[in-house]
């Protein structure tokens, strides 16, 4: 008996790749997973912080879905690789700052690495004609495949059938009339073949997994950049983007403000690396300061925090000031009027 082919399956977490690497091990090929780790990941962190979210699953569904399969998942980070495609990428960017395209090409890429040197013979995907617009286009897809250099080893179980046979099909390493011809924006065809393999409780279809794509993250990461003058971002830089109010009532400086208690612990992990500004006399969000700012700035931030307090409606609230430095100022500070607050500072 021969050994059966292997191939490497791309794992978002979502429903499409789930069923992509289900087809094939229905077709007896041994398959891996692998989620790469870009830091602007959906899953795993605002679910886990914000109450409204209480309800949703508190999982990682890259591997709830390598569990579901019983596949072995490999989780690569590629962070510093992946700057460049963020902040440069060759195709433009989509309705936000989601380089969808170079991010496809840039993951199949190193799919297709992976695969040489562990000795596997092809890559599978989720992918679906016509599902995303900046990525999934038909005249697209021989794109990802020219310059990811992945060639005819790139196989999409399910809507392979739209397109021309890859060499797996070709050798007989798989069954493409055991592969499917979905296509177009319904997930109703995704959802029901789901069913019929027994997965429930998957991550929502479309629900997206990049903050990339989001338009309020987007213009947050724009306004990073703008006050930088500067592409450029680290971990921790995009990781507070997912949290709290952002009001840059200066061009010099900028306020992250708590909205509930998940968010005031979770910026508590940053009060050593910002001045921060925090309520006396009532219970208040905790706010990191990040920028250069004079004490008039910082005056001004803290009537900004008095107006998020429990003492909003007081004549006057206490704050205090700890600087990076440990320096500390306490401040007697009257809430600015909710109608001071301009709406253009909310990032």
Excluded at 40 to 64: M, S, Y
Excluded at 70 to 88: A, F, M, Q, R, S
Excluded at 289 to 310: C, H, M, N, W, Y
Aim: net charge neutral; glycine share 8%; charged share 25%.
């Amino acid at each position: 008996m021969t050994a059966p082919r292997k191939a490497v399956a791309l794992i978002s977490g979502g429903l499409d790749s789930l069923l992509a690497a289900k087809l094939m091990l229905e077709q007896g090929i041994h398959v891996e997973g692998i989620n790469f780790y870009t830091g602007f990941c959906v899953e795993g962190h605002t679910h886990a912080i914000r109450k409204k979210d209480r309800k949703k699953p508190k999982r990682n569904n890259a591997l709830w879905s390598a569990e579901q399969l019983g596949i072995k998942l490999h989780i690569i980070d590629i962070i510093e690789e992946y700057k460049d495609i963020v902040t440069n990428p060759k195709h433009g960017y989509g309705a936000n700052l989601n380089p969808c395209l170079d991010c496809k090409i840039f993951m199949i890429s190193k799919a297709k690495q992976w695969m040489e040197q562990h000795g596997f013979d092809f890559i599978i995907t989720g992918e679906v004609i016509g599902q995303r617009p900046m990525s999934q286009r038909k005249d697209l897809l021989p794109v990802v495949v020219r310059e990811s250099g992945a060639d005819d080893r790139l196989l999409r179980p399910l809507c392979a059938k739209n397109l021309a046979p890859t060499l797996p099909e070709r050798e007989g390493w798989v069954d493409r009339s055991k592969l499917l011809d979905f296509h177009g924006r319904n997930r109703k065809p995704q959802m029901a073949l789901a069913r019929q393999f027994g997965f429930e409780d998957y991550a929502s279809p479309a629900g997206g997994c990049c903050f990339l794509t989001d338009e309020n993250y987007a213009k947050k990461l724009a306004d990073l950049w703008q006050a930088q003058h500067a592409k450029t971002y680290e971990l921790d830089d995009i990781m507070l983007l997912k949290v709290g109010r952002h009001i840059r009532p200066k061009p010099n400086y900028k306020l992250i403000v708590s909205r509930e208690e998940g968010e005031n612990k979770f910026l508590s992990g940053y009060r050593k690396n910002f001045t921060h500004i925090e309520t006396q006399s009532c219970g208040g969000p905790l706010t990191l300061v990040d920028g250069d700012v004079t004490d008039e700035d910082l005056e001004t931030a803290s009537r900004i925090v008095a107006r998020f307090s429990q003492g909003k409606h007081a004549d006057s609230v206490t704050v205090r000031i700890t600087r990076v430095d440990g320096e500390q100022t306490t401040l007697e500070v009257p809430p600015m009027p909710p109608a001071e607050i301009k709406q253009e500072w909310y990032v």
